[in-house]
């Protein structure tokens, strides 16, 4: 089992900053995988960025160049840093850790609402 925890959502303006954080713990594979997804009302979870534990990063079209994931695999730790947010970013964010070979071992954090209003 691995539990992940969020932290770091909030409202704010367009144009602004915001940092999420998510903590791993439990039985951590050191190569598994860690991503950040959003939902929003009526819509689908949809991927934002994923992080190996070599850094390689992916994002979603709609966030590069305003986001960006990193990840501290001392720490268990995976952060989304994400600038010039836009009302369309409006969602729950969700901390996802994925086996890479076990697709079976996937888990999910709480969700962290992220709300950008003017």
């Known amino acids: 089992q691995v539990q992940l925890v969020e932290s770091g959502g909030g409202l704010v303006q367009p144009g602004a900053s915001l940092r999420l954080s998510c903590a791993a713990s439990g039985n951590i594979f050191r190569l598994a995988i860690m991503g950040w997804y959003r939902q929003a009302p009526g819509n689908q979870r949809e991927l934002v960025a994923t992080?190996?534990?070599?850094?390689?990063?992916d994002y979603a079209d709609s966030v590069k160049g305003r986001f960006t994931i990193s990840r501290d695999n001392a720490k268990n730790t995976v952060s989304l840093q994400m600038n010039s947010l836009k009302p369309e970013d409006t969602a729950v964010y969700y901390c996802?850790?994925?086996?890479?070979?076990?697709?079976?071992?996937?888990?999910w954090g709480q969700g962290t609402q992220v709300t950008v209003s003017s």
């Open positions: 996802n850790y994925k086996h890479p070979f076990l697709t079976s071992q996937q888990y």
């Open positions: 992080v190996t534990s070599g850094g390689r990063a």
